[in-house]
């Protein structure tokens, strides 16, 4: 049996159908679900008892669990402990304009970037949808608060589960689910091609954000190993494909670490690298980790690598800091228990 927060809503209509419940009941479910946060079949009032025992029998509505939270001014941490007993993270930012959540998509990482927590553990597993899904409802439930942004940028690389992924996305993003706004997802990649390929072609309003973190080969395969299967002029070119046949606009993510790619040489590198495309570069301080390789490059460096790339034309952001004094950069919560 399947989760039964892992159905697509015209897949649970299917289902429903299969089992000898009229489609329309997709519709009450979907909004115990979703909007009254009731996971009990046995407290969904509207359903008979027939139904009722019908949905026990076919659907599972079991959930992970929150395993440790960590706090600080304006970030919660949330370590989830899944039904197999493995680990993922999730973050909750709060903004003033809302609440954003950056949810994990896969237990590990293979990608094995050398700046970054998550790929210290490797990939054990893809998270299936339900398990994304959760990881919202839960936090909402805890805070009682409304997720108003996704960012699918915590522990794995998202385009290495691409078909979950996507049903995640579509579950959360129907109105009848979650009602997040497509334009409010960002689906953060490294760069699998293919993957980048097939998303052109799904005809949704997702943002797509690509970590780069270096303007040129030698620098980027040396910070991520991806970049010797996908190199750079292939992935440009790829984003530039993208940006034509869906006018959209993608982010362009780098991560600034001191003396390693925050220098001018990095950032006239980059200005000529992104000049004509419609995108624009988030700069992301350094959240550090217990494997001290990298050190956040100071502020001043920052604002001098931000000058660099305002001044040639690319439209760039520094990204505000979150949770830097508790465990908020991807994995390493889940790395610190593991260790335990």
């Not at 998303?199 to 910070?223: D, W």
């Amino acid at each position: 049996m399947k989760n039964i927060y892992g159905y697509k809503y015209n897949d649970l209509e299917n289902k429903l159908i299969q089992i000898n419940e009229k489609k329309y009941r997709a519709k009450q479910i979907y909004e115990w679900l979703y909007v009254h946060k009731e996971l009990d079949f046995n407290k969904m009032t509207n359903l008979s008892k027939t139904t009722i025992n019908n949905l026990t029998n076919n659907f599972i509505n079991d959930y992970i669990k929150i395993k440790k939270v960590q706090i600080s001014e304006d970030t919660i941490k949330y370590l989830f402990e899944l039904k197999c007993g493995n680990l993922i993270e999730a973050v909750l930012l709060q903004h003033d304009y809302g609440n954003s959540i950056c949810v994990s998509s896969q237990v590990g990482c293979n990608i094995g970037c050398s700046f970054c927590a998550s790929g210290k553990l490797k990939k054990i597993r893809n998270l299936e949808s339900y398990e994304m899904v959760q990881q919202i409802l839960l936090v909402e439930k805890e805070t009682k608060r409304r997720i108003s942004s996704v960012v699918i940028m915590g522990i794995g690389e998202p385009f290495d589960n691409y078909d979950n992924v996507m049903d995640f996305i579509r579950i959360i993003n129907h109105p009848k689910g979650l009602a997040i706004g497509a334009r409010h997802i960002t689906v953060s990649t490294c760069g699998i091609i293919p993957k980048i390929k097939e998303f052109i072609l799904e005809n949704i309003q997702v943002n797509l954000a690509l970590s780069l973190h270096a303007p040129n080969n030698e620098l980027r395969s040396k910070l991520m190993k991806i970049n010797e299967v996908y190199n750079i002029e292939e992935l440009i070119s790829t984003i530039n494909e993208y940006i034509k046949e869906t006018n959209r606009r993608v982010t362009i993510e780098y991560v600034m670490l001191e003396h390693v790619n925050d220098n001018k040489k990095e950032a006239l590198e980059l200005a000529k690298l992104l000049r004509g495309m419609n995108v624009y570069v988030n700069l992301i301080p350094y959240n550090e980790t217990k494997v001290k390789v990298y050190k956040k490059s100071s502020m001043i460096r920052i604002r001098k690598f931000y000058n660099y790339l305002k001044k040639a034309g690319i439209n760039v952001t520094i990204r505000k800091e979150f949770g830097s004094e508790i465990d908020a950069a991807c994995g390493q919560l889940r790395a610190s228990e593991v260790e335990k």
